[in-house]
């Protein structure tokens, strides 16, 4: 597997600078951002060069999506926001040659103009690959869970599938994140192994607390193994929330790297 640290919920203990090196020093080869935008792309890319590390996907500007609010990708009064996030976007993407850019379809707080606002996303999302695909990048979306987020306008894998075939775009793919997946009762082995080719990315981290593999309840070795042989070729982001400091976490990396010695 190609592995990535998701820099946004790990090391946190560190200034977010400083973690491209704790990262390196942990044996990552790549890393992702959620948010990059505080932080002048010039110095991104020296921590990124210094560290001998890429950086392999950001989020788009989700507006007040982390602050509890509805965010921008779905909100029909706010396409003029989301096209100026997806500008911004579109800079740091190129400069950082990230090779998947992911769009948070955000909250419906009003269930009767839910068919409004999943209109407004799927057309968001088809300008998105328009505009970034030419540069070679790949566009994904993620379900979340409704007990962290409820409201959230994507929330399981089959409404991930049936927006990308209704919009049947070749940039257009899931972001899969066995964390939200697994809470809201999918297989994840399942649906990796039958849709591995609609998946652009996938992240995880164990349940129900979002810590590292082996924190909680998930069989991570067969969920690794499940996706070393389901024909998965993207990256897997390690996306938790560390239960200690983050590289004392790293046990299920040991485990991993052992596992394909062994199977070698």
């Known amino acids: 597997m190609k592995l990535t640290a998701n820099l946004s919920l790990m090391y946190t203990e560190l200034p977010f600078l400083q973690r491209f090196a704790a990262a390196h020093n942990d044996g990552f080869g790549a890393v992702e951002i959620q948010f990059p935008y505080d932080t002048p792309i010039e110095q991104i890319q020296q921590a990124l060069s210094e560290n001998n590390l890429r950086c392999v996907l950001i989020n788009v500007p989700a507006g007040d999506l982390m602050e509890g609010g509805e965010g921008l990708a779905a909100v029909p009064g706010k396409t003029a926001e989301y096209a100026a996030a997806m500008v911004e976007c579109l800079y740091y993407a190129r400069a950082l040659k990230v090779s998947c850019v992911n769009v948070l379809p955000g909250r419906c707080n009003d269930e009767n103009k839910r068919v409004f606002y999943l209109d407004t996303f799927k057309k968001n999302l088809l300008k998105t ?3 970034l695909a030419p540069f070679g990048i790949t566009i994904t979306f993620e379900a979340i869970n409704t007990r962290d987020m409820p409201g959230f306008l994507i929330s399981t894998g089959q409404q991930m599938l049936d927006i990308i075939a209704e919009l ?6 899931a972001q899969f994140d066995i964390y939200h997946m697994a809470l809201m009762g999918h297989n994840v082995c399942d649906f ?3 849709h591995a080719a609609k998946i652009g990315h996938i992240q995880f981290a164990d349940i129900p607390k979002r810590g590292e593999p082996g924190s909680g309840t998930l069989d991570f070795p067969s969920i690794f193994r499940c996706i070393e042989t389901s024909g998965y070729k993207g990256w897997v982001g390690a996306e938790y929330k560390p239960t200690r400091t983050t590289s004392m976490t790293m046990q299920w990396k040991r485990d991993l790297a ?5 199977c070698s």
């Open 192 to 194: 990796i192994n039958l």
């Open 168 to 173: 049947n775009h070749p940039a257009i793919k």
């Open 129 to 131: 690959a328009e505009s």
């Open 258 to 262: 052992v596992n394909v010695a062994l």
